[in-house]
């Protein structure tokens, strides 16, 4: 099946630690990004790649940190200089074609609590 | 890049009741899009809408575009319990950038 798969689906981090939270799709996008979601709010944009080893800070970046290695692939690392990373992590990505057109595709999302 | 005032930001509504969201820009947009999640799901791409005065219905789900195209809406006729969820319009993409703001968030009450 095509899709976007995201792991872990529940992820806790200690004080002072990073974590990576891993985003893959086989839908044969170009684009991806990374979004942050708090209770009741409306979704951020932390980071997002248009091609392969290519990507750009979006809103919120300071603290995160990404990769694009693989077309497929658009790994998160949430690091120690993230003051506040409890949130739902949401990853997704785009078919090519206009840009102005374009729609996403969500993955399930990542709780991360901070122990 | 381009945003987009949504309201309400929270309805409750008996089910069985309509309910209607609406989406304002102060700029003319291209097009709109609306998304819908699910408590505890991640968003799902519901429409788009690109020509001035569109309507497109989904079932009970109507979505409007403006004749200005600066406004839409998004009206559910005999809402059921399965139609809880936030809904977000989107403006287009601008600077490689999507914009999701708050949404509404539906509550239907059995």
């Known amino acids: 099946d095509g899709g976007i798969t995201q792991s872990p689906k529940y992820l806790f981090r200690k004080e002072g630690q990073n974590v990576t939270l891993s985003c893959e799709q086989n839908l044969n996008h170009d684009a991806m990004y990374w979004y942050r979601q708090d209770p009741g709010q409306g979704l951020r944009l932390i980071y997002y790649?248009?091609?392969?080893?290519?990507?750009q800070k979006g809103d919120i970046a300071e603290g995160y940190s990404v990769s694009r290695e693989k077309k497929e692939s658009f790994p998160l690392t949430v690091t120690s200089a993230q003051k506040n990373p409890t949130a739902f992590y949401l990853c997704a990505s785009s078919p090519p074609g206009r840009r102005s057109q374009e729609t996403q595709y969500f993955g399930p999302g990542t709780r991360l609590l901070v122990l | 890049g381009q945003q987009v005032m949504q309201i309400p930001q929270y309805q409750h509504v008996q089910e069985g009741e309509d309910f209607t969201t609406y989406c304002n820009s102060s700029t003319t947009l291209s097009n709109i899009q609306w998304y819908k999640q699910r408590p505890g799901g991640h968003p799902v791409f519901l429409i788009q809408l690109v020509k001035s005065g569109e309507v497109k219905k989904q079932k009970r789900l109507t979505f409007q575009f403006g004749e200005a195209k600066k406004n839409s809406s998004l009206h559910i006729t005999a809402t059921q319990t399965t139609d809880v969820g936030t809904y977000f319009c989107?403006?287009?993409?601008?600077?490689?950038?999507?914009?999701f703001g708050t949404g509404t968030s539906l509550t239907v009450i059995p």
């Open positions: 989107t403006p287009p993409n601008t600077g490689n950038q999507f914009y």
């Open positions: 790649s248009q091609i392969v080893n290519d990507f």
